[in-house]
């Protein structure tokens, strides 16, 4: 089967669909190849059967992400301030009891979009047609002609004028066949650009109601042996369905499901006591384990290294391949706001693209 568009764009997650809301706006027709069953990627709202809804990807932004702050603005979503408190749990050594720590005054609040961060997520779709966008369709190899590009996913291929992957570009470099190849520093630093949170675990934990407030906990934790390494109040802006959620230790990926919520429950009891664990539900999300998020590297890369790197803010293939995605941004890159920065910089590209 072949269907043609203009602008391909490869991944439906904050960029890609930041991408498309802005050609549309500018009247410009685009297609989103998507490999999950759902739109987001690293943005994922998961909702519990109790209607709790927990982050289990990008959770926070602050003031400074200014490129996002508009953008939440413009398309009328609300944020509110993440709650920590005064005082936090402190947990040093596994043996001894957590101690109670004053936390310092917090300059630069983090704060979250109300619903959720997949309303920004399904704000966005909004602007994307049920025809402009294939799900379950991962990209498998773009090859470059000489009268357009031609992306293939099984039995599928899609011509275009223009190419633009989202991907984090370890992942594009794992993925996806180029031909004809990029030039090889160019795949060298991709496969050596760190997938900002691709090594993380997120867990939350629902409660029907917030009994860490009535023992004196604001709910936030650190720990120095985990499971939970950082840990939140998740509670909605209105007050009315309640979590803690937080960060597990990276190496719990190496652990089994049962085993690793065994190790929560454990820390979250001595921590809270036996309230804590009459919770509604529970939720993980192991991102080294999503293949459409994470390859492992060929060589350890450091967080962050080569994000934002100025490889990644020219055109290949004579303007029909843009590789875009956070990671690539030249601003907060890995984040949010890079993901919005990434789409604004291709937009403009594409704006003035002879090739579009
Ligand atoms: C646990 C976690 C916590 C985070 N916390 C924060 C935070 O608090 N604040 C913040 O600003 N940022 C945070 N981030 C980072 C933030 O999520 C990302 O910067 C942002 O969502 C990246 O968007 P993107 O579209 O560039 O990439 P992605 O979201 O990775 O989107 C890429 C898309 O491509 C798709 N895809 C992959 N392979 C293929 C293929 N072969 N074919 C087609 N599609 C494909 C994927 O499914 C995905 O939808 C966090 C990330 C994680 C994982």
Redesign the pocket.
């Known amino acids: 089967m072949m269907q043609e568009t203009d602008v391909l764009i490869?991944?439906?997650?904050?960029?890609?669909l930041t991408l498309n809301y802005l050609l549309r706006k500018a009247g410009y027709a685009a297609l989103i190849?998507?490999?999950?069953d759902r739109?987001?990627?690293?943005?994922w709202t998961k909702t519990t059967t109790e209607g709790v809804k927990i982050d289990?990807?990008?959770?926070?932004?602050g003031q400074k992400?200014t490129h996002l702050v508009q953008l939440l603005q413009e398309l009328k979503l609300p944020v509110f301030q993440q709650r920590l408190g005064t005082k936090a749990l402190f947990e040093q050594h596994q043996q001894d009891t957590a101690q109670i720590v004053p936390l310092p005054p917090n300059n630069e609040p983090s704060y979250r979009i109300q619903g959720g961060t997949s309303a920004l997520i399904q704000a966005l779709a909004r602007h994307l047609p049920d025809e402009a966008v294939l799900l379950d369709?991962?990209?498998?190899k773009i090859h470059a002609k000489a009268d357009g590009v031609y992306t293939f996913s099984g039995a599928l291929t899609i011509k275009s004028k223009v190419v633009v992957s989202?991907?984090?570009p370890s992942?594009l470099s794992h993925?996806?066949e180029l031909q004809p190849a990029l030039p090889v520093a160019l795949i060298r630093l991709m496969q050596q650009t760190h997938t900002?949170?691709?090594e993380?675990i997120?867990a939350g934990v629902a409660y029907a109601q917030p009994f860490w407030r009535e023992h004196g906990h604001t709910g936030t934790a650190f720990s120095h042996t985990g499971p939970f390494t950082e840990l939140y109040d998740h509670t909605d802006a209105e007050e009315e369905h309640f979590a803690l959620k937080g960060f597990l230790r990276n190496d719990m990926a190496n652990l089994s499901a049962p085993d690793r919520k065994r190790l929560v429950e454990g820390q979250l009891l001595k921590f809270f006591g036996q309230p804590a664990l009459e919770y509604a539900s529970y939720e993980e999300t192991v991102?080294p384990m999503e293949p459409?998020?994470y390859a492992p590297y060929e060589h350890a890369v450091l967080p962050h290294q080569n994000n934002g790197h100025a490889m990644y803010r020219k055109p290949y293939w004579n303007g029909r391949l843009f590789l875009a995605?956070?990671e690539t941004a030249d601003a907060f890159p890995?984040?949010?706001?890079?993901?919005v920065r990434?789409a604004e910089w291709v937009y403009q590209a594409l704006s003035k693209s002879p090739a579009r």
Do not use: D, F
């Open positions: 490869i991944g439906g997650g904050l960029t890609g190849l998507e490999a999950r739109l987001g990627g690293r943005i289990m990807g990008a959770t926070w932004l992400h369709t991962p990209g498998e989202t991907l984090p992942l993925r996806i900002w949170m691709g993380s997120k991102w459409y998020t995605g956070s890995g984040y949010m706001e890079g993901a990434s």
